[in-house]
């Protein structure tokens, strides 16, 4: 009988925890809601978030503070919030390769972001830009490729870090185009814009929308755009594929993760109210100004996107023998 009565015990205490967590999903959010950024304000990552988190608040009726932690490439944000408690109210905001690229590149990491972070949604993604500077002699993606060959490791391109998105996407580039060229990474984009518009680097693939003003100003000349499908903000110019490199396209995203443990009914309610901030025309118009597309996805859809992502940079990344950043 004691033990009947026990098992009945376990038996009606599990059920309570599973109906508080449905009573619990189903009131939320009922306090406001804490957006973790793994970089400074007025990042690119910061710029995205915080326009869709005062949309956010307006549609749930709570607050969604923005917490800016950068350091580490978005590590430091990541961690806090993987072990924040798995109920909605903490969440990480910032670019993919934090999630998809990181794990590849740093030895050392205090997480494992695939296991203890799940995606929630995402914001959108985005494309970049392949510029040299005025003084190289190249007009197009075939004669930079062509001068790459001719001079192997003498052009050198800049990226703001070791394992960055825009490191890879041009990696990416030096891989599907067959040649070798000199990475120079930066601690922050003031110090390797100065050096691009100086000539003292002489390539780099980065953001269309901090390089066209330099384009516009004849301080740079773009090359192509690293899309699918062309820029809205550059049309003129020819994707990197349209120019001759085969199979290249380098897209990066920016998305939202919940602490993992975060109960289905939870992320499920979260995603359906960013999908309808995120689907509205003037969410839509202010993103396509930071030459970002929304997408909208549900979290398994998301997910899916993040485990191919994943698996596609780590593969380039033991392919092309980069070395890790401790």
């Known amino acids: 009988m004691k033990t009947l009565n026990a098992m009945a015990a376990v038996a009606g205490s599990a059920c309570f925890g599973l109906w508080s967590v449905h009573v619990a999903a189903q009131a939320y959010p009922s306090k406001p809601i804490r957006v973790v950024i793994g970089f400074t304000a007025g990042s690119n990552s910061d710029s995205l978030a915080r326009p869709m988190a005062r949309k956010l608040s307006e549609a749930i009726g709570q607050q969604v503070i923005i917490d800016n932690r950068p350091g580490a490439s ?3 944000a990541m961690e ?9 109210y903490t969440i990480f905001s910032g670019p993919g390769s934090s999630i998809t690229t990181n794990p590849h590149m ?20 985005f494309s970049a830009v392949l510029v040299v500077h005025p003084s190289m002699p190249v007009k197009t993606v075939a004669e930079l490729v062509a001068l ?3 001079k192997p490791g003498v052009i050198s391109f800049g990226s703001p870090g070791h394992g ?16 070798q060229i000199t990475h120079v990474p930066y601690a922050s984009n003031s110090p390797m ?30 090359l192509a755009t690293t899309g699918k499908t062309r820029s809205e903000v550059m049309p003129e110019l020819p994707t990197v594929a349209e120019a001759g490199v085969r199979d290249y396209e380098y897209t990066g995203f920016h998305g939202l993760f919940a602490p993992a443990g975060t109960p289905r009914e939870v992320l499920d309610r979260l995603n359906g109210v960013i999908v309808k901030v995120l689907a509205t025309p ?16 549900n979290p398994a859809e998301f997910a899916a996107k993040v485990k191919r992502d994943h698996d596609s940079w780590g593969k380039l990344i033991r392919d092309a023998g980069l070395k890790t950043a401790n």
């Not at 806090?80 to 909605?88: C, F, S, T, Y």
């Open 193 to 222: 814009l100065a050096d691009m518009i100086g000539g003292r680097i002489d390539m780099m693939i980065f953001s269309i929308i901090v390089m066209a003003p330099h384009v516009k100003a004849g301080k740079l000349r773009a």
């Open 282 to 297: 003037e969410m839509r118009e202010y993103y396509a100004t930071q030459n970002v597309e929304v997408l909208l996805m």
């Open 80 to 88: 806090l919030v993987a072990r924040a408690a798995p109920d909605g």
């Open 106 to 125: 740093q030895e050392k990491m205090a997480i494992d972001v695939m296991r203890d972070l799940v995606p929630v949604a995402p914001m959108g993604q």
């Open 164 to 179: 960055t998105g825009f490191h890879l996407g041009t990696e990416l580039f030096r891989v599907r185009s067959g040649i």
């Open 74 to 76: 978005g590590n430091i």
């Open 148 to 150: 790459a060959k001719k």
